[in-house]
């Protein structure tokens, strides 16, 4: 069953540095964004808990027939216990500008003299599955050296001239003279890491330009991973996840996921397109000409992380609701506050909202700084995530 969630955005400008600490609602102060008790005053962390509910607002640009943006009626029960409340998601996620890359080493290579061994990747990713059915999946296949005369032809060939075979196939040119045919270069990176593992990378995905049309929708979360298979034989047009489910000669260890960035400048300025006319008193539509739009107002500052805040609550008067209601409307708040590095507004909207809502879970992923890696073997690592979802 699906639900409607009436959405607000508050994206908290990078001037704005504290929450205001004198005035109500009608004083904000365009972009400006404040938390607000019952009676209008301001909410701090020291007496939200005391309000019966508590609004969040933001001063407008154009007040012409309209006042501040304001939230709904948000009751929050931050003891847990002994209270009612009417929110029914808090959660926050902390800015990563930064994606990961997936990381694969193939590792443990069994492969004999002479033997034929094939590696496939299958890659995913939004733009990869718009282009390829089931991914872009492509093959390399190569011959294991022969034994010498006095060499046991059951031993193992070893692993170092086995990827040292694989990097050479995977690393060439696509056919053809069109300089931009698609390629393994074209996604991954291949390394030999010790002569004993093949790592391979996959590289940042492009990110396309970013048209100036307020009315368009450019931004689009997107990763790519990809599935490895090393197995004995050459490649066919057999399903070679169930032809050769039983021959394969090598290991594939994913050491790190994929990730998406997170907070970015260009997912929150989505964020206040896609919602804007849910929150401007009149003229909701955008258009691609800038002076129908005169109650659009973006705040977001380009190259910005910022954290989001997350509110979900049902309707605070319960009477509100009509006899019958199949699917409940309820409401969602979704503060944007530039994160620690920009300014300190993110640590006092979360103190207050946890004075007044109780503790909040960091959905965020844990951020990395860099997507390089090191030539060292990386340390073994063990996930519950489904191998058939990398």
């Given at each position: ?17 504290a ?9 904000l ?26 609004y ?13 943006k ?45 033997e ?44 170092n001239?086995?990827i ?46 970013q ?16 599935r ?30 994929a ?62 609701y ?61 996930t ?7």
């Amino acid at each position: 069953m699906a639900d409607f969630s009436l959405t607000t955005v508050f994206v908290v400008p990078v001037g704005q540095t504290a929450l205001p600490s004198s005035g109500s609602t009608q004083d904000l102060t365009a972009g400006q964004v404040g938390i607000f008790r019952s009676d209008y005053t301001l909410a701090t962390a020291g007496n939200i808990a005391a309000s019966p509910y508590f609004y969040v607002a933001q001063g407008r640009t154009n007040t012409y027939l309209q006042g501040s943006k304001r939230s709904d009626k948000i009751k929050g029960c931050p003891s847990g216990s002994g209270c009612s409340s009417n929110v029914t998601e808090w959660y926050k996620v902390s800015g990563c500008p930064t994606a990961a890359n997936q990381i694969t080493d193939v590792t443990d290579f069994t492969v004999q003299c002479g033997e034929i061994i094939t590696l496939t990747l299958r890659a995913h990713s939004s733009y990869i599955d718009t282009l390829y059915f089931n991914g872009f999946t492509r093959s390399v296949t190569i011959n294991a050296p022969c034994c010498g005369c006095d060499e046991n032809p059951c031993d193992d060939v070893s692993d170092n001239t086995i990827i040292n075979l694989l990097i050479a196939k995977l690393t060439q040119q696509a056919p053809g003279i069109n300089p931009d045919n698609i390629n393994f270069n074209t996604f991954y990176t291949f390394e030999n890491v010790g002569g004993t593992i093949l790592r391979i990378t996959g590289k940042p995905l492009t990110k396309y330009g970013q048209p100036c049309d307020v009315a368009a929708f450019p931004f689009e979360y997107d990763r790519m991973s990809f599935r490895t298979f090393v197995f004995s034989g050459p490649a066919t047009t057999a399903d070679f996840i169930v032809a050769d489910a039983c021959n394969f000669v090598a290991q594939p260890i994913i050491t790190q996921r994929a990730s998406y960035a997170t907070g970015t400048s260009e997912e929150i300025a989505q964020l206040e397109k896609n919602f804007y006319s849910y929150q401007a008193g009149y003229l909701k539509h955008l258009y691609r000409m800038g002076g129908y739009n005169e109650n659009f107002e973006s705040w977001v500052s380009t190259g910005v992380t910022y954290n989001t805040f997350y509110i979900r609550f049902n309707e605070y008067n319960k009477s509100e609701y009509q006899w019958g209601d199949y699917i409940m409307e309820d409401s969602t708040v979704i503060i944007a506050a530039p994160n620690s590095i920009t300014s300190g507004i993110s640590a006092a909207i979360e103190a207050v909202l946890v004075a007044g809502l109780g503790t909040v879970v960091d959905q965020g992923i844990p951020c990395i700084t860099t997507t390089t890696t090191t030539s060292s073997a990386p340390a073994s690592t063990t996930t519950t995530t489904s191998t058939n979802i990398p």
